[in-house]
């Protein structure tokens, strides 16, 4: 089993999405690009979502536009429809390398406060999302949410999020993101949750995105390395939260993961002095 563990950096957008001051392009773009020489290789810079819905997240299109773009690393972004994929067909810059992140709920709750529609109609709205991308020669990758608790539904059966992880797998190959957004998952709880999805779906195509809310993220993420998960997701300074999901503030800290698997004798080729300078500028945008 590889030894090597790949994080997605996740905070220039589940960290600053639920900020409620208004952070400056250039801030978010000096986060993006100090980020970017650390040895990430992937990292999420924005989403193309509605402004109402997320202030935050408005300008992801003169983020894209300014932020000084380093090879081997993969710029992901949110996109939940058409009209997400056609503003960032319209910001993306040539020679640069994307990922657009699909994104539904393993609940029904979470789907209606999340993205407006039931589980089935959110499948429908990212198949052309998926297939823009294809055509397009960009990256995909999907995100399910709520995987063992919905802030409405409650507790969310391990059955549920693999029926999500078939659905989304039936619309095209991608890595699957498992997301505990409300940071209520155990070990116990990620492990079972894992055993379903695991049917129906290999562990090198799955990933974990776990919030910190409950202080478990560290220990899921030891299930699921023991369970043959090597990527996680995580936002450098903890920040982040969900605005449709009460109660779910912090991401993981990528100086936290990076201790934790280094420590277990990992390799993830990511600087962690690096990493500390931009956790240190990430917590001084709050
Ligand atoms: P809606 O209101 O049902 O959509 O929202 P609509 O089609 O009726 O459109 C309403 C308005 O939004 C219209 O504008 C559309 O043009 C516009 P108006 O005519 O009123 O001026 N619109 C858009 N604008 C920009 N970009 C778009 C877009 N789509 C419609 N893509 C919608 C549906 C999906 C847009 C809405 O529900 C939305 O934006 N939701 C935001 C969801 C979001 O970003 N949540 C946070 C990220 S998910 C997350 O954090 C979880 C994750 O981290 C994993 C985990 O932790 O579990 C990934
Ligand atoms: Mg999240």
């Known amino acids: 089993m590889s030894d090597f563990v790949r994080i997605h950096e996740v905070g220039p957008r589940d960290g600053l999405q639920n900020e409620k001051s208004v952070i400056p392009v250039a801030d978010k773009v000096a986060l993006i690009d100090l980020l970017s020489r650390s040895g990430l290789r992937d990292i999420e810079v924005g989403s193309f979502v509605s402004r109402k819905w997320v202030p935050q ?13 380093v090879a081997d690393v993969r710029y992901a972004v949110l996109v ?34 999340n993205l407006n529609c039931s589980i089935a109609q959110s499948v429908d709205r990212l198949i052309p999302v998926v297939r823009a991308a294809e055509a397009t020669g960009v990256g995909v990758r999907g995100y399910i949410s709520c995987v063992t608790d919905c802030p409405f539904d409650g507790p969310v059966a391990p059955d549920s999020v693999a029926r999500a992880a078939k659905m989304l797998l039936a619309v095209a190959p991608m890595q699957l993101s498992l997301g505990d957004t ?25 990933a974990g995105h776990f919030h910190d809310t409950g202080g478990q993220a560290l220990a899921n993420i030891e299930t699921s390395l023991e369970m043959g998960l090597r990527a996680f997701d995580s936002a450098v300074g903890g920040l982040g939260g969900c605005p449709y999901a009460p109660g779910a503030p912090g991401n993981v800290a990528t100086e936290a993961v990076l201790d934790l698997v280094h420590a277990l004798g990992f390799e993830t080729g990511i600087n962690v002095d690096v990493i500390a300078k931009a956790a240190e500028m990430a917590r001084g945008m709050r």
């Open 182 to 206: 409300i940071g209520k998952g155990t070990p116990d709880k990620v492990a079972r949750m894992l055993d379903a999805v695991l049917q129906v779906a290999p562990a090198e195509g799955l």
């Open 80 to 113: 939940p429809n058409m009209r997400g994929w056609d503003g960032f067909a319209a910001a993306r810059m040539p020679g640069v390398t994307y990922e657009v992140a699909v994104f539904m709920s393993a609940s029904e709750g979470f789907s209606q406060s």
């Open 57 to 69: 997240m408005a300008d992801t299109d003169r983020v894209l536009a300014d932020l000084t773009p």
